[in-house]
């Protein structure tokens, strides 16, 4: 299997100190164009999660008001990698203590999907509640794990919904 045909997903949350029209939130939210602008504009981007408003703070899938949901795909792990800590994306991350809370668990995904396919952000919190509940496997992983196409299933691809978790 070669990577051109796989794309990796990943959706990542986060729970914020405060409601995101607090006073509290605004050095983020004054941040978050120039970060997403980025992400568009970085070698081996696909796709991200947004509204019409150009990011993705409206959506709320999880029971808590105050977690913030971030998804995107790309072409490899690399160029995520690449543009989560070797760009401005990780000045935003040294700093996310200001604005959000220490998260329990897993609060990064990871996923190989086939290549032209936009996951669901209720795939993507199967995955993340897959792996708090299985731990580390080609399903649902991060970035200390890593797992290649290869060592996925072919129901590894398909949505949760139709792909066991065992």
Not at 65 to 76: F, H, K, P, T
């Amino acid at each position: 299997m070669t990577t051109k045909l796989y794309h990796i997903a990943q959706i990542n949350i986060a729970r914020m100190i405060a409601p995101i029209d607090d006073p509290a939130m605004s050095d983020f939210m004054a941040q978050l164009d120039k970060i997403n602008s980025l992400a568009d504009n970085s070698p081996g981007f696909v796709w991200r999660l947004q509204g019409d408003d150009g990011n993705a703070t409206y959506l709320r899938p999880f029971d808590d008001d105050r977690i913030l949901v971030n998804m995107s795909v790309w072409e490899s792990i690399e160029h995520l990698k690449d543009f989560t800590y070797r760009t401005a994306h990780n000045e935003v991350m040294r700093r996310r203590r200001e604005w959000f809370e220490k998260m329990d668990g897993f609060y990064l995904v990871l996923w190989w999907i086939k290549a032209g396919y936009i996951p669901t952000v209720a795939e993507a919190r199967s995955r993340l509640e897959h792996l708090q509940s299985q731990g580390e496997t080609p399903f649902a992983f991060t970035f200390k794990q890593t797992f290649t196409p290869a060592d996925c299933r072919e129901e590894d691809f398909a949505p949760p919904a139709l792909a066991p978790c065992a």
